[in-house]
């Protein structure tokens, strides 16, 4: 069955509008992993294009492993779950937030960057320097004191998260940073997840970068800090499989 919100595509971007609608109710579960692709004929009906453009959308789902092309046979769709293609994770952070499972792939972003960050929080313990950690001192504290970067506070963290990746000089923790934070330029963080005032958040930031140019436990007290939110945005245990069941 095609999915009912799939929409005709703009001419000049035909093939990718194809691939996109298409990868978008993959990643949402609208088109069933095992289930057949509608027919072309169908698709470039809906899309209202040719079946060419279509056939081209098709086969750069098939290069990305979200679905199986069978000559002569109805392409069949693939669990994106077991994608090994990078690109599929960054279509689940632009698609998944509109599916009709958004509290659970909500959850699933949270949880994954709370935890990306206690992972640069232990790098950066380990690799940076003494220099490069005072400068983060100063950073925090230049921010706790300047009204117009706390009501700024999105561009505060992120000067934060890429100045601690970059003190931790671990190039794969750099790219993910850059990449996390144009993602939401298109994917806002959750309101849930950041309505904690700039003064709280402030507060935890100073106490991170302390620790931090200080060697006393940051990735103890990042986690310790985090797990509470962790467990009210995601869930533990039962309440985190009740939560990815809803």
Request: net charge positive; proline share 5%.
């Amino acid at each position: 069955m095609v999915a009912d919100n799939i929409t005709p595509v703009r001419r000049a971007h035909a093939a990718d509008d194809v691939f996109e609608q298409l990868a978008a109710a993959i990643l949402r579960g609208e088109l069933e992993v095992g289930a057949p692709l509608p027919p072309e004929r169908v698709l470039a009906e809906r899309f209202g294009v040719s079946r060419i453009v279509v056939r081209q959308g098709v086969h750069r789902l098939a290069e990305m492993g979200l679905v199986r092309v069978k000559q002569g046979g109805a392409s069949l769709v693939l669990d994106p779950n077991e994608a090994t293609d990078l690109r599929v994770l960054a279509m689940f952070y632009r698609f998944a937030p509109a599916s009709s499972r958004r509290t659970r792939d909500v959850a699933d972003m949270i949880e994954k960057q709370y935890l990306q960050g206690l992972s640069i929080v232990e790098v950066a313990a380990r690799h940076a320097s003494p220099r490069d950690l005072s400068a983060i001192v100063a950073m925090v504290e230049a921010a706790a004191k300047d009204g117009a970067q706390l009501a700024r506070f999105a561009e505060f963290e992120e000067r934060f998260w890429r100045a601690l990746a970059a003190a931790g000089k671990n190039r794969v923790f750099r790219m993910e940073v850059a990449w996390w934070y144009e993602a939401l330029a298109s994917r806002p963080v959750p309101r849930a997840v950041a309505k904690a005032a700039p003064s709280v958040r402030i507060a935890f930031y100073r106490e991170l970068a302390r620790r931090l140019a200080d060697r006393q436990t940051p990735a103890e007290f990042y986690l310790g800090v985090m797990r509470p939110i962790l467990d009210a945005a995601v869930g533990s245990g039962g309440d985190r499989r009740r939560t990815k069941e809803r």
